[in-house]
């Protein structure tokens, strides 16, 4: 009987540790799936009857007001979230940096806002009479009007000064606008920011590319390279591809063969190149490349952006 009661003392025992091992857990388990951010939709009004859309995210913990930080995008026609893409029907997702960078900074105690450029919208559609007429003075004041509107939110600290990120070309807008705004701005962050004073379409498409087949493909010194290697050097071919997205897939042009490839057909061109040129033809940097580099630039510009849109290689 005694040897009885404590087997039946065990078992109990072990039934209220199994319970509570089970519980431990689920809420172990359970919290994969807390919702650590909270977000809200906003439109933000830039004046003449132009509207753009924007997210606010911020601390599903916590209690605010929170600090604020103003994400500003990159070159070119952006979305909110810096999509790297379209978005296709059974595909992977691109890539969004913004979003996951506003995403970790709000699981970290900030509220954060960031917009789409003005006459952009979902999956790269672009309102073409706007945007062919957006200048650099237009996108500063959509960031301080971005700005205005973050600061007026109930989540974040409108008594106290914002931070503003800025990314490649928001690296350049990021600067004029704490200095024309003091009064707002605590401090700035500036993410792949230019340090010439020049062009940088220029300096990207047509400075660096010559600059490499000077340096590295020119062997002779004389001013001209073949065509055979530099179509088989990685890197020459990735800085000369030109970007030609449209609304079916990403492609991508090859400046010295012609040839329209994907995304993915360029990626084995670089680790697999193929060409059927000779291997004693050659071409002059000068005469030939440096004039293909610069209508490549004046392409973008002719293109027709409401079927397609460029991204600078960054």
């Known amino acids: 009987m005694l040897s009885l009661g404590i087997l039946l003392i065990a078992l109990f025992t072990l039934s209220c540790l199994s319970t509570s091992i089970f519980k431990q857990q689920d809420q172990a388990l359970a919290q994969s799936y807390v919702h650590t951010i909270k977000f809200r939709n906003l439109v933000i009004d830039l004046g003449n009857g132009l509207k753009t859309n924007a997210q606010l995210t911020y601390p599903a913990v916590g209690k605010g007001p929170f600090p604020g ?3 500003i995008p990159v070159t070119g026609p952006q979305d909110k979230n810096e999509t790297l893409g379209y978005v296709l029907k059974n ?3 691109p890539p969004k940096p913004f979003w996951q960078i506003a995403q970790y900074l709000s ?3 900030f509220a954060v806002l960031r917009y789409d450029k003005r006459g952009v919208g979902a ?9 062919r007429n957006i200048t650099i003075n237009d996108m500063k004041q959509d960031a301080e009007k971005a700005m205005n509107v973050l600061i007026e939110q ?3 600290n409108g008594t106290k000064k914002i931070m503003i990120i800025g990314h490649s070309e928001g690296a350049i807008i990021a600067p004029r606008i704490a200095v024309d705004n003091p009064g707002k701005i605590k401090n700035i962050v500036l993410i792949g920011a230019t340090a010439r004073e020049r062009d940088i379409s220029y300096f990207q498409w047509v400075y660096l590319p010559i600059l490499y087949a000077e340096k590295v493909l020119d062997h002779n010194h004389n001013g001209s390279i073949s065509i055979q290697e530099a179509s088989k050097d990685p890197i020459f071919l990735f800085i000369t591809s030109t970007p030609i997205h449209n609304t079916s897939n990403n492609t991508y042009k090859l400046l010295l063969t012609g040839k329209v490839v994907t995304g993915a057909q360029l990626d084995q061109s670089i680790k697999k190149p193929t060409n059927n040129y000779s291997k004693h033809n050659y071409i002059s940097i000068e005469k030939y ?3 293909m580099l610069i209508k490549r630039i004046v392409s973008f510009t002719d293109q027709n952006l409401s079927s397609q849109t460029w991204r600078p290689h960054q």
């Open 91 to 93: 595909k992977p997702p």
């Open 289 to 291: 490349l440096k004039p």
């Open 107 to 109: 699981e970290r105690g």
């Open 154 to 156: 109930p989540e974040v």
């Open 69 to 71: 930080i103003l994400l």
């Open 123 to 131: 999956n790269h559609t672009i309102n073409q009479s706007v945007w």
